[in-house]
């Protein structure tokens, strides 16, 4: 009886794992694309947890429904349950087993950060040395060996862009080439370096498709890199509360080939400089005139950046 319960317990086992190893690839599906190197060293993190999880869900809730359906006693009986003694070796090994868990994935876990050169506020606040940032060198989508991805990404040259975050829009620049913009163009497979600046409050630099965000703090340059590898357009959010239209402070990321994006730098560089459309403006603007934002305080934004490009406003942007 004993063995015969050892083996079924064990088939059980090795069910439920096979279970949670489809689970855990199935998360791929659940995000966006990969877009970014990056982004394939936290999918890989998220299938562990989900994998994990789902065994322990699982190993935990259906012993529990299984001995409420078939375990129960009976309708009149008020009698005791066995007696049972303590089991030292099942206490060490619900106690050892969580602890190894929880160290392992807590270590993989910033080994992962680490690797992507995720900065938070308060480690740049008592930063006194000029940040060294690291490649995130994300295992390659292919056959390619490591090594070959490592050496290509060092040799390629590294694409400069200073962004700048305020109330309530996003402002980028590439020195370069001298051009200013409020969607941010990227070429593809190419290291890109972004100089993260805020001109008033925190702002969050946020890119779901790139699984990137940086905190913005005010009066501190933060270096930030990463290597877009999927061609589209991708949105950026705020990820920090900023104020009243805050909402409204969002961009496109637009990843192009590298002829694509060069012709779009000098498409843009031949157009002067002009007031760009900018929604939290819009929302202000008919809100001042409609009365609609009496009663309480409100920042007003930022005058619209001034931008060689910007991309077209929508439909009845007027706030006439």
Do not use: C
Request: glycine content about 4%; proline content about 8%; aromatic content about 12%.
């Amino acid at each position: 009886m004993k063995l015969r319960a050892i083996l079924t317990l064990s088939f059980l086992a090795v069910l439920l794992g096979f279970f949670s190893l489809w689970m855990a690839q199935q998360s791929y599906s659940w995000v966006p694309p990969e877009a970014a190197a990056e982004s394939k060293l936290v999918d890989d993190l998220f299938s562990i947890f989900v994998g994990l999880g789902t065994f322990i869900l699982l190993g935990v809730t259906i012993p529990i429904v299984y001995s409420l359906m078939f375990h129960r006693a009976g309708k009149y009986d008020f009698s005791d349950g066995p007696h049972i003694e303590g089991n030292t070796l099942l206490e060490v090994i619900w106690t050892a087993v969580p602890i190894v868990l929880v160290l392992g994935l807590s270590t993989a876990s910033y080994r992962t950060y680490d690797k992507m050169s995720i900065q938070g506020p308060m480690e740049l606040v008592h930063l006194h040395l000029p940040q060294l940032v690291e490649v995130a060198n994300a295992a390659p989508f292919d056959n390619t060996p490591q090594k070959e991805i490592e050496t290509a990404q060092e040799s390629a040259p590294i694409e400069d862009i200073d962004v700048t975050a305020k109330q309530w829009s996003w402002v980028f620049r590439y020195p370069n080439q001298n051009v200013t913009s409020t969607e941010l163009h990227l070429p593809v497979d190419r290291r890109i370096h972004l100089a993260l600046h805020s001109d008033d409050v925190l702002h969050g630099f946020y890119v779901p498709a790139f699984r990137l965000k940086q905190d913005i703090i005010p009066n501190r340059v933060i270096d930030f890199e990463f290597t877009p590898v999927r061609i589209g357009t991708y949105p950026l959010r705020d990820s920090l509360y900023s104020g009243t239209y805050f909402a409204a402070n969002q961009a496109n990321i637009v990843v192009q080939s590298p002829a694509d994006y060069q012709q779009w730098l000098a498409d843009a560089a031949a157009q002067p400089p002009s007031p760009a459309y900018n929604q939290a403006n819009f929302e202000y603007s008919r809100g001042t005139k409609s009365g609609n934002i009496g009663g309480w305080k409100s920042v007003a934004p930022a005058s619209p950046p001034i931008v060689n490009y910007s991309p077209q406003p929508p439909v009845n942007s007027s706030p006439d």
